[in-house]
Structures are given as C-alpha cells and as structure tokens.
Nanobody
Framework: QVQLVESGGGSVQAGGSLRLSCAAS????????IGWFRQAPGKEREFVATLMWVVSTPFYANSLKGRFTISRDNAKNMVYLQMNSLKPEDTAVYYC???????????????????WGQGTQVTVSS
C-alpha cells in the first residue's frame, strides 16, 4: 500500500508557473501508475495527467496539453507536475493518485485509482 503527499501549491498570477510534487512511500513505486487530478469549488474532480508504470507513458487532459508536464523520478519515489502559463481557471485543489500495475484505457477515471493524497491548493489570480 502506498501513501502519497502532495506539495508545491500556492498562489500565483496568471501566466506564472508552479511545480507540484508528489512523494510516495510504502510501496514499490515503479510498479504504480501515478496520476494528477484537480477539483475546483463546486465541481467534480477532473483528470489532469497520468504516467503509466513500466514505460512511463504520459497522458494528458486535452485542454491542458502543452501547458502541463508530468514526470517521475523512480529513484526518489517522486512524481512532478510542471504547470506553465497558468490561468485563473486552473485554480483548484490538486491531488496525486496511484494504482498498482495499471495500463488500461480508463486512466482518466478517478475510480481507476486506489490511493490518494490529501491535495495541495493552487490559486491563480488574474
């Protein structure tokens, strides 16, 4: 079983950048598919990006391609989300999620993930 802790959130002006980190412990890290999701006030949790285990193939929400980049460092048990050209609509709580040995097509579905962090707040002002 893996535990996840997010960090790196904060307040930034539109056009700025942030890098979120997700620290994992308690599991065989490289065997987990790790995803980022976000939830804005009054809205459902939505998919941001994920990295498949084994070959670390990245997938992104179509609306975020080109601005967000997901990466992982298996030696450090870390996953990162680099967010550039931030917009006020990116304001949300960002969550890290994990599932063991998953390479299916439902990677954007919250139900596909078994483990979640507590989230980190990102606020983008105009």
């Amino acid at each position: 079983q893996v535990q996840l802790v997010e960090s790196g959130g904060g307040s930034v002006q539109a056009g700025g950048s942030l890098r979120l980190s997700c620290a994992a412990s308690g599991g065989t890290f490289w065997t987990y598919t790790i995803g980022w999701f976000r939830q804005a006030p009054g809205k459902e949790r939505e998919f941001v990006a994920t990295l498949m285990w084994v070959v670390s193939t990245p997938f992104y929400a179509n609306s975020l391609k080109g601005r967000f980049t997901i990466s992982r460092d298996n030696a450090k048990n870390m996953v990162y989300l680099q967010m550039n050209s931030l917009k006020p609509e990116d304001t949300a709580v960002y969550y890290c999620a994990a599932v063991s040995r998953y390479s299916g097509s439902a990677y954007a579905d919250t139900k596909s993930y078994d483990f979640w962090g507590q989230g980190t707040q990102v606020t983008v002002s105009s």
